[in-house]
């Protein structure tokens, strides 16, 4: 059965800290790229950043560059984190983990399987 499950969401002030996590298993998850979006309500999901499948490459959306970090543990399961510093009242969304097959995977449609996603909100 093929999971994958966020956590670490949770309320937090603008400038501060907090870190997610992606448990995936069910699949050889340590071949997929592995990625981050979010949504907002209203909004479309919006692509966070990705990471490679051996970890080498990573890649942002430009509202989280330099602020957002993607890392990933295949030791056992793959778990994949996303790091989040100096964070903002618009980073406010529920936070979605996935992962694909594709190369530069940066549309929500080069992913073939979705985490139920986790809350982020930060306040002001």
């Known amino acids: 059965q093929v999971q994958l499950v966020e956590s670490g969401g949770g309320l937090v002030q603008a400038g501060g800290s907090l870190k997610l996590s992606c448990a995936a298993s069910?699949?050889?998850?340590?071949?997929?790229?592995m990625g981050w979006f979010r949504q907002a309500p209203g909004k479309e999901r919006e692509f966070v950043g990705t990471i490679s499948w051996n970890g080498a490459t990573t890649y942002y959306g430009d509202s989280v560059k330099g602020r957002f970090t993607i890392s990933r543990d295949d030791a056992r399961n793959t778990v994949v984190y996303l790091q989040m510093t100096s964070l903002k009242p618009e980073d406010t969304a529920v936070y979605y983990c996935?992962?694909?097959?594709?190369?530069?995977?940066?549309?929500?449609?080069?992913?073939?399987?979705w985490g139920q996603g986790t809350q982020v909100t930060v306040s002001s």
């Open positions: 069910g699949r050889p998850f340590s071949n997929y790229g």
């Open positions: 996935a992962a694909s097959w594709r190369p530069n995977p940066v549309r929500a449609s080069d992913y073939a399987y």
